[in-house]
């Protein structure tokens, strides 16, 4: 099963110059986002009084600037990304595996358990999230932990009703029923035929989660309602970088320009996963 | 001796999809017994119900009516799990075989699956052992069992469903069109093979087929269905050298010989009739 | 005879991540009235050589060589082969739903080929329509004419897909697998149908099956394909009397028939898949006949007595594989 799925996928992605080109962005993005901060000389809330709000490209040690308490711009960019990238992956890891699960069974089982089972994610996508995550807020506080019980627990929706329906379809293909007759258990049968069948859906939608997660959290964080200072993350960097959009105009830049490279990126190489693994390609 | 399987005014129903009002009755109707070590073939043109019949004996269609009976012993009214004991004596091949190996599994694991499932308690080894064994007495070569069902043509594949059927040791296995989908060139090698390993291991057999050519030198008993009913039963020789059914003379009559001068006077000599409106389609 | 549609070394390839080779230099010529069959099995690229006739290939396919029609070349003019759709040649696909659209009336779709191909009124379009439907002996063509193509049965939407392609009145009519979709009681019908109308209508037929029986109830000529290639070529009384090529003669061995009680007879392993074809004779591997020769020198295709045949070492009269 994985032979054949990462063969497809690697396969496919190499024919997609531009698909190849994003992956390696990302990585080194990721990369850069782990290992940055520590290899660069400033710390994140390091101030520097002799060079408060001094734009990027200057020779004063600090490449992309600083913010007006004398911040490096990179770091806090580098550390943003990092928390940004982290709550996302780990809200899209969230959303994945209660996803995946609720759906596969559901779109299996048909019948009742699956009218059920979606009734209920009806009932919970039609809350507004926004309105949901700050009642969390007021209940478990800000901070990290609460947005990723707040993204994780919306994005996990749209990715149930997905594999619900890859599920329903893989249900009436043959093999499925060869499985039955040959003794398999429904647990057997959704962990070893329908998961490994829908992977390709799932990896592809997970790519396009996880920048709708970043969005998400961005523009929590942006409201104040998310990641809060003096912890960086790319929203809030945002809202500071927007309140200085006339004097330093860099603050924003930086930041904004991480999210869309890293946003891009995520969506193209979804896009092109999805290309790869069209089964009518096969 | 009473018969290995009883099947007793049997009726199949399916909701239409999508559309309301009354249902499609697929099997309308069947009575049939089958004897220990016996070939039974049911023949029949596409959408008379001959498939869902085969379905509903193996429990993976619900029966609307009538019941069945395995060594005496009623499985219609069983519900899933209960069934699962059972499916180590009734086995199934389908009749696509690049439609019934999941695309992802190599071959060893999808033959493999029906022991893992029905038989505990095998070692890695044991199990290996089975499957290797398994898969020289139906003709596939060593190296076969860590291919991918795309590697592999039809008719391989086709012999892979076999032994994945026959692994666990059935005493009844459903043939469901096994040959329909195969180059005819290759056709008679998976029908002989089953005719041998049915003799080797004194199997039940259903053969479910559209082609009486096909079952004429496997059978022992012909079953010929149209519209969910069976129209005729008898001993082989007797069923395709002496119908009595219209139905079944039909069938005979629509194997086109290949010898160009029977051949051409058979169409030429058809009146090519107006055709008549045909029955609504069901999904067997 | 002239021919009407003459074929010249076509090779038909596929591009993608691998390239394939479905067809691989095949020449036929068929003469007005005339009827030929092309039998294969999977792999044997019989198909594609079908479709390449008509300019109807997948979006990656090529095909090399030459096809004329009444002496004009088809391929690769797209002008060409769209003056010669539905008026010279008439296309039967296996499944109706090749060529009936699902979400319009019958007879509109009928009328419709009939108006663009003789530019005649869309009234007498209409009363064209209805009496090809007739002419496929559909009862009550002027109902027929009012439905949608789901509301028939699969042999009448057959029928009707018969209709479509000879309502401009083709010269030829390639046909795709006809009856293989239909019901085994109903194919005969629909057989026995397509010879009456080619004999009316004055029309040729090309036709490409795996039946044997249906090449012996249809055809005039036939030709054998294998692995992209043409094997033994010839008419039907004679090929199927007397096969040459080991692979015709396996394949009619194989055929399931009533009358004799013993061993369904086969070709042992299988077809290769298009384009993954072994050095020499690409039979080679499953013939009982197979020498050193046959490995290292692919045959090409000879005159043997009435039929062409491209084997090293071709059946005598009567000898079996």
Redesign the interface.
Known sequence: ?R???GRDVR?ALV?DRLAVACATMLALLVLAAVAGPWLLEFDEDQVDWAHMATPPFEATGHWLGTDRLGRDLLVRTLHGLRVSLAIAFAATLVALVIGVAFGAFAGYRRGRTDALMMRFVDTLYALPQVFFVIILTVVFGRGPLTLLVAIGAFGWLTMARIVRGQALALRE???V?????????TL?IVT??VI??LLGPVIVYATLTLPQAILVESFLSFLGIGIQEPLASLGNLIADGAGELETAPWMLAVPAACLLLVVFCCNFLGDSLRDALDPRDQ | MSALLEVRRAVVRYRRARMPGPSLTAVDGVDFALQAGEIVALVGESGCGKSSLGRAI?G?TPLADGEVRWRGRRIDTLS??AF?PL??EL??V?Q?PV???????PIAA?VA??L???VGKLSVTERTARVERILAEVGLAGDTAAR?PHQLSGGQLQRA?LA?ALI?DPAFLVCDEPVSALDVSVQGQIVNLLARIRRERGLACLFISHNLAVVANLADRILVMHRGRIVESGGCADVLHAPRHAETRKLLDSILPVDPVAARRRVEARPVPAAADAPARLTS | MSALLEIGALTVDFRG?RPVRAVDGVSLGLGPRERLAIVGESGSGKSQLLLACTGLLAANGRAAGSVRFEGRELLGDARALQAVRGRGIGFVFQDASGSLTPHRRIGDQLAEVATLATGCSSGAGQEAAVEMLGRVRLADPGAIASLYPHQLSGGMRQRAAIALALIARPRILFADEPTTALDVTVQADVLALIAQLCAHLGMALLLVTHDLGVVAGLADRVAVMYAGRVVEEGGVADVLARPRHPYAAGLLAAVPRLDVRRELSSIPGSPPAPGDWPSGCRFGPRCPRRVARCEAQEPMLHAADVSRVACHFPLAAGEKP
């Open positions: 099963m032979g054949g799925l396969a024919r293909r043959e093999f029923e060869a499985a039955i007759a040959g003794g398999a258990g057997r070893r035929h490994p069948n | 193996l993976l899933r799990e699962r499916r180590r086995q199934v389908f696509d439609a019934s190996f999941d695309p992802r599994m999808s699956e029906p893992r499932a029905l991918y469903g994945r666990v | 991540s």
